[in-house]
């Protein structure tokens, strides 16, 4: 009766304590659900620090409800405290980095807060086992000392690249814990000012109301991320929808335009003599078999390069979605727009080659080093070549070259000037060989015949035709000094004369 009494005499206490404790609880309970349905570990650390204010204030009432239920295991919780003190700083500089996603926005400042916090999170663990040891409860306390002001520094420190972050979510940090600081400020002045015991009781209520706030701004941050996460990903989507379906109406088209001009070679084929337009028949024959086969295109290249930008999405690595998405929408029309055009010029040629080698790249984890180099003296602007004529040679450099070695990809392409009658084009890869791949070709039950370098080889010819000179292929297999493969070379003269 005696202790029901003593509840009763501090009733506002009591009360503050159970309605902040259980706002802790329910925002604890309720973020740590959200991080298994969105798998993002900034809920996970939340979770875990509202949890650790929450176990150390558990033991700050001296009179009350909570005092009587905790007081079974007040001894073990005042331990506690002191040592859940420690670790919801650093809880809190995990969360905060989670939250912004520091590792993105700098990763050098990342790796520098990481090592903060292991170290300091092993020195915590350094002072309970020495207490747990000795028994001696002074190890924590002296060391409490040695923690608090590194761990200062380390928070003050965090602020640098916090405020650089062009994310509006940190604004919910910087607001929420200035809350709790200023809070904290005017209870350590009202500790100090010589109030009596009571006058002192509103201690409490101020930093609660702190707390209270900065966990609100927390909580909106949380839900501020993931709204942007969600809008995202639908205007991603959104944007490829309307992508597939712009290359759809592009590739009909294209096909409409094939039968047309196929119906008017046939028609002026009646019309005129087999022998004088033979010659315009094969060369506008062998251009649309092209055309016809980059506006159908490899399915399985579609598939494979919207599957990687997919995993982009998936994984919450928005900026590299949307950089790839780009790419790839680009790359289409530039192959769609291509196969209308019987010649290009060399420099959109290069442009076309290098977005198709950064798609493919995608599915290698962009581990191929790819470069192009061109003398100085050369314009390819002014140099014209058949469209989408490098294509084929790249393709079989990556999948039946590079694909099959497990590191240290290279694929270069090098372009200089021969006199004025030529410009050389030399596409090197320092894979597994035309020797070992066609072994490996040789095993597998299903294999395709690619027409590839055939129809190259003819649109090569049709378009050396207006030209003095021919034009020039040479595929050789690089050796080292041992006889070994290590790789290929194609040579390709085009004439300019």
Do not use: C
């Amino acid at each position: 009766m005696q202790t029901f009494l003593e509840t009763l005499k501090h009733p506002n206490e009591n009360g503050i304590t159970i309605f902040v404790l259980g706002i802790l609880f329910i925002l604890g309970i309720y973020h740590f659900l959200l991080y298994f349905q969105h798998r993002d570990k900034a809920y996970l650390f939340y979770s875990l620090y509202v949890f650790l204010i929450f176990i150390g204030l558990l033991n700050r009432p001296n009179h009350g409800f909570i005092q009587i239920l905790i007081q079974p295991i007040k001894g073990f919780l005042d331990h506690l405290s002191l040592n859940f003190i420690l670790v919801y700083n650093l809880v809190y500089l995990i969360f905060a980095s989670q939250l912004i996603d520091l590792r993105s926005e700098s990763y050098k400042w990342h790796t520098l807060f990481k090592w903060i916090i292991l170290i300091l999170f092993g020195y915590a663990i350094l002072l309970e086992v020495l207490f747990l040891v000795t028994g001696d409860v002074n190890y924590v306390i002296k060391g409490h000392i040695g923690f608090t002001i590194p761990a200062y520094l380390a928070a003050i420190l965090y602020y640098y690249p916090l405020v650089k972050v062009k994310s509006p979510i940190k604004y919910y940090l910087i607001i929420g814990s200035l809350f709790l600081v200023l809070s904290s400020i005017v209870v350590s002045m009202i500790k100090r000012a010589g109030l009596t015991p009571e006058e002192q009781e509103i201690r409490y209520s101020i930093f609660y109301l702190g707390l209270i706030i900065e966990n609100i701004f927390f909580a909106l941050a949380l839900g501020h991320k993931q709204k942007r996460i969600l809008t995202e990903k639908n205007n991603a989507k959104e944007v490829l929808i309307r992508q597939l379906k712009a290359n759809e109406k592009l590739k009909l088209k294209i096909q409409e335009q094939l039968k047309k001009d196929i119906a008017a070679i046939s028609d002026q084929a009646k019309a005129d003599k087999l022998e004088k337009i033979k010659s315009k028949y094969d060369k506008e024959l062998a251009e649309m078999k092209v055309s016809a086969l980059r506006s159908q295109m490899n399915p399985h290249f579609i598939f494979n390069s919207l599957n990687s930008i997919k995993r982009y999405i998936i994984d919450n690595e928005k900026e590299n979605a949307v950089y790839y998405l780009n790419k790839f929408s680009k790359l289409i029309r530039k192959i769609l727009s291509a196969s209308m055009e019987k010649e290009i010029s060399l420099a959109e040629e290069i442009e076309t080659m290098e977005l198709y080698v950064n798609i493919e790249n995608i599915r290698f984890d962009n581990t191929i080093q790819f470069s192009i180099n061109a003398d100085d003296e050369l314009n390819l602007n002014t140099i014209k070549v058949p469209s989408l004529i490098l294509q084929p040679f790249l393709e079989n450099a990556i999948w039946h070259g590079l694909s099959l070695k497990k590191d240290d990809r290279s694929l270069v392409v090098n372009l200089e000037k021969e006199g004025s009658a030529f410009v050389n084009i030399h596409i090197i890869d320092n894979g597994i060989g035309r020797v070992k791949s066609a072994e490996i070709k040789s095993k597998k039950v299903h294999q395709p015949n690619s027409v590839g370098i055939k129809l190259t080889k003819e649109r090569l010819a049709m378009f050396s035709i207006k030209f003095k000179h021919d034009y020039e292929l040479e595929i050789i297999d690089l050796m080292d000094d041992n006889n070994t493969a290590i790789g290929t070379m194609v040579n390709l003269k085009v004439p300019l004369i």
